[in-house]
């Protein structure tokens, strides 16, 4: 008889979500932003290189925005957490008695009897840190965060952008008239649109093909827009 275990069941969560955010964030900015850019300037004007300057300019602009936008929030989730540990430690030091009945009610929610209340209580009640980490993770719903989480958030999105804008902007390196590199940029930023749409969706457990397919719209509509109000100023 065996009498092994047999595990057929695999977890698939997603870890370093914060990352994969991040990538999502810039690449997603950078492939649109960029490309309705070139796109409306590709309207107005027939010399890609003013386009190749214009959009050098606003991956170099956008990308230290998001960069700084990230870095920012990074550190608004470190303060955060800071102040709210240290209104912990007030409460457990000064208001024990509210803690300790905070605590059982939550061993409450999850089912255990009042004796099992009672002795989890106690025992996490022995060590003050424990008690604050115990609090601030079930009562608050707040893990520590990485100290530098902002500094790598910033660069993660930063890059990304670059890598998503040059992407729309790359035929105009190489393609003297706008309207053709146009062409080219349209096709290989759709399909990028589509591809990142679509691990994007599956990462994040949407429809991967609906997803692939809203994105790469919101991105071709961007394009559009920015193209024929180029039009419509430049015929005036």
Not at 105 to 118: D, K, R, V
Not at 211 to 220: E, F, K, M, Q, S
Not at 223 to 230: L, N, P, Q, R, S
Request: aromatic letters at 8%; one cysteine or more.
């Amino acid at each position: 008889m065996d009498t092994h275990l047999h595990h057929d069941h695999v977890e698939t969560h997603l870890k370093n979500t914060d990352f994969l955010r991040d990538i999502v964030i810039g690449m997603s900015d950078g492939l649109t932003v960029p490309f309705a850019l070139a796109a409306g300037l590709s309207g107005a004007v027939s010399d890609s290189r003013i386009i190749v300057i214009a959009g050098i300019a606003e991956i170099c602009a956008g990308s230290i925005a998001m960069g700084l936008g990230g870095y920012l929030s990074g550190k608004t989730e470190q303060d955060h957490y800071k102040s709210e540990i240290r209104r912990e430690y007030n409460e457990v030091e000064n208001l024990r008695e509210v803690e300790i009945s905070e605590t059982k009610e939550f061993f409450a929610n999850i089912g255990l009897s009042e004796g099992l209340q009672e002795q989890a209580t106690e025992e996490i009640a022995k060590d003050k840190h424990r008690w604050v980490d115990f609090m601030m993770k079930y009562e608050l719903g707040l893990e520590k965060p990485d100290p530098k989480r902002a500094t790598k958030s910033a660069l993660n999105i930063g890059l990304s952008y670059v890598v998503g804008g040059i992407i729309p902007l790359s035929p105009y390196f190489f393609i003297s008239a706008s309207a053709e590199a146009l062409e080219i940029s349209v096709v290989a930023t759709l399909v990028c649109l589509f591809i990142f749409g679509y691990f994007k969706s599956r990462i994040t457990g949407i429809n991967p093909w609906l997803g692939a397919l809203r994105v790469t719209l919101i991105g071709a509509m961007a394009a559009a827009a920015a193209f024929g109000v180029a039009k419509l100023f430049d015929a005036h």
